[in-house]
């Protein structure tokens, strides 16, 4: 599943820049992200977190610097060995559970009637929606949306996964059962990007890089951030970088 | 390049409107609606055997453009855009697989209304019936493409509203479909020879009013197919990979 060009690093962002209009949603931005791990993207609204998961997944273009992902440049080509879950649901709202994880894996190369069969149920099962597969996603909670949203990103086993504030709206317990599933897929080789607003994510995750203004404030293990801001929670190191970014830019 | 997906995404899009029983139930009730009120306002069944190939033309262009537009519309605020073109299939493969999509219900649509006019409403016509509705088809497959190629505009559905009677107006109004295009200022005519409308009533009058044959409207038909090849490749081009911009 794993080809050997993502072994060491699965995503490559050099010096990236990227503008709306005005706004400049990311500012010289550079990350390496290695493969196989779960890597948070943390930071508060507007950060850009959206911004450069859109870049790294080809809907958006630097305007300067570069971006890799998998050893190539995003388009088409790698598109069908990345999982892209998008902020909002992005779903096929008259259509049943089922139908649209089964589009969105028919779509995604997954062929072979039998093993698409297959791999949907199971993907279905893991969002704990198999009871409900014959409903039509407008008769969901926000929460079970969310969950077909990412079988519908995870469906066809990408090595890369791009996941959007993946764990917005979920119970607890649920959460839980993710964060195992991305454990697993992680020792499988999968790399795996979540962006988030809560630490409890961010405590998951082998990672993190702290986004402020569409620049990374602040990186490393949850541990190491904890330990080297000298504070007890990672809420508190981050406001703690927030804080001493201010410091330095005043 | 090779579209390899289209298949797949028509057979979405017809899954998605098979579900949704309302509108089912609409794209069947609402042309026959429209066909009686129109009907019962021409007592005289001459005057509505006359206007009967113009009003035909008319509805096959403007419920498929009408369809077509809106639902692609939503597949962008609705975020699935976003999916699609983040994926592997492309642009083609979306355009096509809309036309494949969409064109089985215009079609749908199409018969009931001209087997509707023909058989309850009555109206008398010269031309075999199956040559009346493969020049139909030929109609429709320019407007799905045209539906696309607009609602690419349109950011939003209040938008995608505007466009409809820009639409839909001056095709009527210069295509000849309520009063004669040699009775209007030459400089009118000129602009209706641009509008696919005018190839669509032009083409149905001459089979359904004069008995041609297909082959007879050959010019009018590669008009009509030459528009269809336009739209669907303004409409690949026209499809943004990105989002937001
Ligand atoms: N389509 C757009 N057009 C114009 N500006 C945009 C657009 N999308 C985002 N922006 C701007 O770019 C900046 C970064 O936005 P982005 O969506 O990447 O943030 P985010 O970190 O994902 O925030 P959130 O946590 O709210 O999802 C913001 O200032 C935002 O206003
Ligand atoms: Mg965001």
Known sequence: ?250 | MLPRYAFTIAGRVCRQLLRDRRTMALIVVVPIVVMTLIGLSFPEGIVLDRIAPALLATMALFFSFLLTGISFLRERSQGTMERLMASSVSRLDVVLGYLLGFFIFALTQTLIILLFTIYVLDVNYNGDLWQIFVFQIVIIAGAVNLGIFISTFARNEFQMVQFIPLILFPQVFLCGVIWPVEQMPEYLQWIGRFLPLKYGVDGLRDIMLSGMSLIDVWFELLVLVGFTVATSVLATLTLRRGVGG
């Open chain 1, 1 to 250: 599943m794993v080809t050997s060009d993502s072994k060491q690093v699965a995503v490559d962002i050099n010096e990236v820049t990227f503008r709306y209009g005005n706004i400049r949603a990311l500012d010289a931005l550079s990350l390496e992200i290695p493969a196989g791990i779960s890597f948070g993207l943390l930071g508060p609204n507007g950060a850009g977190k959206t911004t450069l998961i859109r870049l790294l997944v080809g809907l958006l273009k630097p305007k300067h610097g570069s971006v890799r992902v998998l050893g190539e440049v995003p388009s088409r080509r790698v598109a069908y060995r990345i999982g892209y879950m998008p902020q909002l649901h992005s779903l096929y709202t008259e259509l049943s559970v089922q139908q649209n994880v089964d589009f969105f894996a028919k779509i995604n190369r997954l062929s072979g009637g039998a093993e698409r069969a297959r791999r949907v149920e199971e993907t279905i099962r893991l969002v704990d929606l198999w009871p409900r597969r014959n409903d039509s996603v407008v008769k969901l909670s926000g929460g079970m949306r969310q969950r077909v949203s990412l079988a519908c990103a995870i469906v066809h086993n990408p090595p890369l996964l791009l996941l959007d504030e993946p764990t917005v709206g979920l119970d607890p317990e649920l959460r839980v059962t993710f964060w195992e599933h991305f454990a697993n897929l992680n020792e499988q080789g999968v790399t795996i990007i979540v962006s988030s607003h809560t630490m409890d994510d961010a405590a998951h995750c082998d990672h993190l890089a702290f986004m402020r203004d569409g620049r990374v404030i602040a990186q490393g293990g949850p541990e190491e951030l904890r330990s080297d801001t000298g504070q007890t929670t990672l809420e508190d190191a981050f406001l703690y970088y927030v804080r001493s970014g201010e410091r330095n830019a005043a």
